[in-house]
């Protein structure tokens, strides 16, 4: 057992495997939660191209130093890292390689976080609970008990942890993807769910539009360096009651909420979920309660 002493003295050490990964904003997030509770620690971006490598220039590997998806994972068994994060393209491949998945990674499918549990590793997913946290901050004064209909934009990873999100929380939801077949895989990944889900195509707007009590865009439409798109078709007006949710964090206001806003709807970006979903990770990798505050304190400003 570790004594309150113990623990100051341990090193934290966290990383994020993904590949490119770019500018991430988690280093600085999980450092002021970190300094916040008087700890020592770091958390290291860990590039790890997928199998095979990407090949020539502009792969996102110049210059950088690469890891091996088994050798990180063998430092966190090894405890010289303390926990992990995974993002684009390992959420799915590291599972293999993982000896057990909480409830909710197995159900979404995929990992964004890695601890360890005695001898095990084991895969989870903070995304879902995350988006969850963060979505009811907007929803909270809008929606009536009637009113729980989302129409989800994009069917990719984050779409799958935002659906399953909505899903067990009694949502009706709607996959709108510019190639239906993806949101149809989708659905059929939740075939339990079936009586609360449908497939549709971006191309073909959705009929279920006028009543969608929440519209999430799970896409990377709007995202730095192309602000001034949105994946909002001209020409449709938002339905009246909905809140807009776009999980796009970078600009912190995407043409999406703008125009979201200029409609009266409430709508947010997806800093908030980033931070949930970072505290909830640094819960399982310390036992300890990360201030979210100070976490989006750490990074409200920053491009
Ligand atoms: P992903 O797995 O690559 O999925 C992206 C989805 O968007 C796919 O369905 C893709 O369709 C669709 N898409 C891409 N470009 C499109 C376009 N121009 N028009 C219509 N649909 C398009 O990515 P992801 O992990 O789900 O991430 C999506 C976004 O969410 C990113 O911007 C990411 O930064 C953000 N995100 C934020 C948080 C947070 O904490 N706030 C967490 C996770 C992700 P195709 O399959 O046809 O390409």
Known sequence: MSTALDVKRDLYSFGLIGFPLGH??????????????GLNGEYKLLPVPPSPSP??????????TLYKLENVLEQLRAGELRGLNATIPHKQSVIPLLDALTPTAKAVGAVNTIFRDGELLVGDNTDAPGFWADVQQLVKSREREADHHALILGAGGSARAVAYALLTNGYFVTIAARKSEKAHQLTDQYSVFRGQLAASDMNDWPASISHSSLIVNATPVGMFPHVDHSPWPEGVPFPEHASVYDLVYNPRETLLTRQARAAGLPATTGL??????????????TGLEASREVMMKAVEGQP
Do not use: D, Y
């Not at 991430?24 to 509770?37: K, W």
């Not at 090949?55 to 950088?64: I, L, V």
């Open 272 to 285: 908030g979920m980033l931070v949930e979903q970072a505290a909830l990770a640094f819960k399982r990798w």
């Open 24 to 37: 991430s904003l988690s280093p600085q997030i999980h450092a002021a939660a970190l300094q916040a509770l």
């Open 55 to 64: 090949r020539g220039r502009g792969n996102g590997a110049e210059g950088k």
